[in-house]
C-alpha cells in the first residue's frame, strides 16, 4: 500500500491564481481530512469528508473547496491565492470510529509546502 | 483557554535522560488522546494512543488525568533519534470525526 499520497510536494503561486491540491489514499478510508500547518502552530483543519459525496467544514475553510467524488480521492482546491494561504497541506484518512467507541489512527501524506507570493 | 495547550520547548536533554511533556485540555467531555510524532518537515505520525489506564510502549509511557485534564508522555533513556515535535491530539466531543492539534512540544536529545 501506498498509503496517503499528495501531489505536488512544493509550489509557488502568485496571488490571485487558483490550483488544486491533490491527495489520494489506498486504504479504503471513508475519513479523509484537509488539514494546514503554519510555523510553530498546530494543525488547523481545513475540510474533511466522512465518504464519497459527502463534506463539511472544518475550522479555517475559507478560501478553499473540496470535492469528494470517491473515496481515494479528496482533492483542495483553491481557487484565488492569497499570501495568508502560505503554509503546509496534509491530508490524512482514517477509519471510522471502531465499535468500541474509539478514535481510529490518523494516516497523514508527506504535505504540500505552498508559497503564495 | 485553548482547546489543547502544550509548552512548546524546547526541551533540550542529553542522551539516557528521562523527560516528561503535559499537554492540558479543555474539553471534560473529551474521549480520545494521543501522542503523535512530528520530524522537521514531515507528516505527523501517531506515537502511541493514550488510555484511561495509561499505556506504556517500550521506553514510552502515556497516562491520562482527567480529573486535572491533562495527558503525559514520559520518554525514558532518550535517544537522538527521539528529538521531534510531540503533538497532543484530542477528539471533539460531541463528535469523532474531529480532533484538535496541540502546538506541540519540541524535543532536542544532545549527544
Known amino acids: 500500500n501506498a498509503g496517503v499520497t499528495q501531489t505536488p510536494k512544493f509550489r509557488i503561486l502568485k496571488i490571485g491564481q487558483s490550483m488544486t491540491l491533490q491527495c489520494t489514499q489506498d486504504m479504503n478510508h471513508n475519513y479523509m481530512y484537509w488539514y494546514r500547518q503554519d510555523p510553530g502552530m498546530g494543525l488547523k483543519l481545513i475540510y474533511y469528508s466522512v465518504g464519497a459525496g459527502i463534506t463539511d467544514k472544518g475550522e479555517v475553510p475559507n478560501g478553499y473547496n473540496v470535492s469528494r467524488s470517491t473515496t481515494e480521492d479528496f482533492p483542495l482546491r483553491l481557487e484565488l491565492a492569497a499570501p495568508s494561504q502560505t503554509s503546509v497541506y496534509f491530508c490524512?484518512?482514517?477509519?471510522?470510529?471502531?465499535?468500541?467507541?474509539?478514535?481510529?489512527?490518523?494516516?497523514f501524506g508527506p504535505g504540500t509546502r505552498l508559497l503564495v507570493l | 483557554r485553548k482547546e489543547v495547550e502544550q509548552d512548546p520547548g524546547p526541551f533540550n536533554v542529553p542522551e539516557g535522560a528521562t523527560v516528561a511533556f503535559n499537554c492540558t485540555y479543555s474539553?471534560?467531555?473529551?474521549?480520545?488522546f494521543f501522542w503523535y510524532r512530528q520530524d522537521c518537515r514531515k507528516e505527523p505520525k501517531l506515537l502511541m494512543s493514550?488510555?484511561?489506564s495509561g499505556n506504556e510502549d517500550g521506553r514510552f509511557t502515556a497516562q491520562l488525568n482527567r480529573a486535572s485534564q491533562y495527558i503525559s508522555l514520559l520518554i525514558r533513556d532518550s535517544k537522538l533519534s527521539d528529538s521531534a515535535t510531540y503533538l497532543c491530539?484530542?477528539?471533539?466531543?460531541?463528535?469523532?470525526?474531529?480532533?484538535?492539534f496541540g502546538t506541540g512540544t519540541k524535543l532536542q536529545v544532545i549527544p
Open positions: 491530539v484530542v477528539n471533539k466531543a460531541g463528535g469523532y470525526q474531529k480532533v484538535t
Open positions: 474539553n471534560s467531555a473529551s474521549q480520545s
Open positions: 493514550v488510555y484511561s
Open positions: 490524512a484518512s482514517r477509519d471510522p470510529p471502531s465499535g468500541r467507541g474509539g478514535w481510529e489512527t490518523q494516516y
